[in-house]
């Protein structure tokens, strides 16, 4: 999956920053830019790793993968789930 990320240079340190615009709150850093592009590909899968819940009785825990609008334009208006019990 390919995530838009904005790489910034920090003018006092020569540091770059890096987030996620749409990941709010990812955000990382590194000496190089390479560096700091590495570390934000561990902050993004990090970010999207699940995390456990307390579920109340009879909750069902299901995932969906969400199609491009081209997949949904031809016809793909569902989106995919698979049940997990």
């Given amino acids: 999956m390919k995530w838009r990320v904005i790489l910034e240079p920090d003018p006092q340190t ?3 920053a890096v987030w996620c615009p749409e990941l709010p709150g990812c955000v990382s ?4 830019e390479q560096e700091a592009l590495e570390n ?7 970010y999207l790793e699940p995390d456990t819940t307390d579920l109340a009785p009879g909750a069902v825990t299901c995932e969906v993968t969400v199609g491009t609008l081209r997949n949904i334009m031809m016809g793909a208006d569902i ?3 698979e049940w997990k019990a």
């Fill in 14 to 16: 020569s540091d770059w």
């Fill in 29 to 32: 850093a590194g000496e190089t």
């Fill in 40 to 46: 934000i590909c561990e902050a993004i899968a990090l």
């Fill in 79 to 81: 989106p995919e789930f």
